[in-house]
């Protein structure tokens, strides 16, 4: 079973979702109100691409084809952020990581991208918050 990489990211109050796979001939996109939204939406729009490009007459690969393919989502920070706020508010997480709780939500809404360091510190936080909360 062949990949079809999916990124999923945070853009303006949504989750968005592209696949930019030579296999397709074209870019399809998606967007969505929820994470488990924006997977059924992109996994919608590669049929009806796949659909649409039979239809003009495009050749595809087999594989595509016939649906011998699996998403593999690749989130983007912002999205991890936005999953950590729905249970660790940003003043925990930044209580606990020295961030300050604007700084926290300019990654979480993906308008700044925080370096790999950083990006370790907020999720050691993160992991440290769960431990402690799997004692209670």
């Given at each position: ?29 998606a ?29 595809l ?18 999205v ?12 925990v ?44």
């Amino acid at each position: 079973m062949r990949k079809l990489t999916v990124n999923i990211e945070w853009c303006d109050k949504n989750y968005c979702a592209s696949c930019n796979d030579d296999s397709l001939n074209g870019i399809v996109v998606a967007t969505s109100k929820t994470l488990g939204g924006i997977k059924k939406e992109i996994a919608d729009a590669i049929a009806f691409h796949i659909e649409g490009c039979l239809n003009d007459g495009d050749v595809l690969p087999e594989w595509i084809v016939n649906h011998e393919y699996e998403l593999s989502f690749d989130y983007k920070f912002s999205v991890i952020m936005r999953m950590t706020m729905e249970y660790i508010p940003l003043s925990v997480l930044s209580r606990e990581t020295g961030i300050n709780q604007k700084q926290l939500s300019h990654y979480a809404n993906g308008t700044q991208t925080p370096r790999e360091p950083m990006r370790e510190r907020i999720m050691t936080a993160v992991h440290y918050i769960g431990s402690q909360l799997q004692v209670l």
